[in-house]
């Protein structure tokens, strides 16, 4: 009696197995392939990059930029943009590669202000030929903080101490195991100061305003879609739909346009497939600052 029991469980967790390993396969098999080359329509290729949520690695839009830049067959670009901002570098570095693919004339490109494009996010849809924002949208916010967390008095508490060999007095400027000195300050509003300035000249430069007015707005306040478009930090107001179609227009086309979208060719782990997308658990809160445009 307990063998046929042991048997039934046994089958039961074998029939288990195998409707799991069914269900793996056919999730991989419906997966999209390629990069949507089978775009069916006689309008336009308009090819839709997303940037979207805290901006840390710009590698990913960076190559996506230089691919969809570089095929004959898509004729514009849409850039939606969904994202608060992030670090300074990495929104650089996208605004400067949308930046070149502008400078270089072969496709026109609009950027599409979603639900939020601020700060980072704004200053990667600067480099865009026009920027469409619902009057919804949160954008603005130009500007850059530095944050970071003293656990001094946590760690004299726990009678913990951390012994620091150093090169020079600032080398361990903003340590969250000691209290920020006045010369840490002073150096870390150096650092801020000539960052705010680099955006601020970018905002300026690309929406045709003086420096005087780009730093009258330049405060970190936050504008709606409506308002940035009364004060000259976006060219119009709409949505998806409306960005796409200007996109198609622009072209010269008066055809629908068809949606291009970059399919990424990593290769997947059956975690990505158990766990879903967990690429943005690639980045944490780090010990050390980290200049942010958000």
């Known amino acids: 009696m307990r063998t046929s029991r042991y048997d039934k469980a046994l089958k039961w967790m074998l029939g288990i197995a195998l409707a799991f390993l069914i269900l793996l396969i056919l999730s991989i098999l419906r997966r999209p392939s390629g ?12 090819g ?11 590698e990913r839009t960076v190559r996506e930029l230089d691919r969809f830049s570089r095929r004959k067959d898509i004729e514009a670009l849409l850039i939606r943009i969904n994202s ?5 570098a990495a929104s650089q570095e996208i605004y400067d590669k949308l930046r070149r693919v502008v400078e270089e004339g072969t496709k026109p490109v609009v950027a599409s202000l979603g639900a939020v494009a601020a700060s980072g996010g704004y200053y990667v849809a600067l480099a865009a030929d026009t920027i469409m924002a619902s009057p919804g949208t949160t954008t603005g916010s130009i500007g850059v903080i530095l944050d970071y967390p003293v656990a001094a008095d946590l760690l004299d508490k ?24 006045e010369s840490d300050r002073r150096h870390f509003q150096r650092v801020i100061d000539d960052l705010h300035a680099q955006f601020t000249e970018v905002v300026a430069e690309e929406r045709d305003l003086s420096l005087e007015r780009v730093r ?79």
């Open 84 to 88: 608060p901002g992030g670090t300074v």
């Open 216 to 294: 009258e707005l330049a405060t970190g306040e936050v504008f709606t879609g409506r308002q940035a478009l009364e004060l000259g930090l976006v060219d119009i107001l709409g949505g998806f739909d409306n960005a796409l179609a200007l996109a198609g227009s622009l072209t010269g086309s008066t055809e629908p346009p068809v949606i291009i979208r970059p399919v990424e060719r990593r290769r997947r782990t059956i975690w990505d497939y158990l766990l879903g997308d967990t690429s943005h658990l690639s980045w944490f809160p780090q010990l050390l600052p980290q200049y942010l445009m958000r």
């Open 48 to 58: 839709v990059i997303e940037v979207e949520g805290i901006l840390v690695d710009s």
């Open 158 to 181: 726990i009678g913990l101490r951390m012994e620091v060999i150093k090169s020079g007095t600032l080398k361990d400027a903003g340590s969250p195991f000691r209290p920020p000195t």
């Open 35 to 46: 990069e949507s080359w089978r775009a069916v329509g006689d309008g336009p290729r308009v």
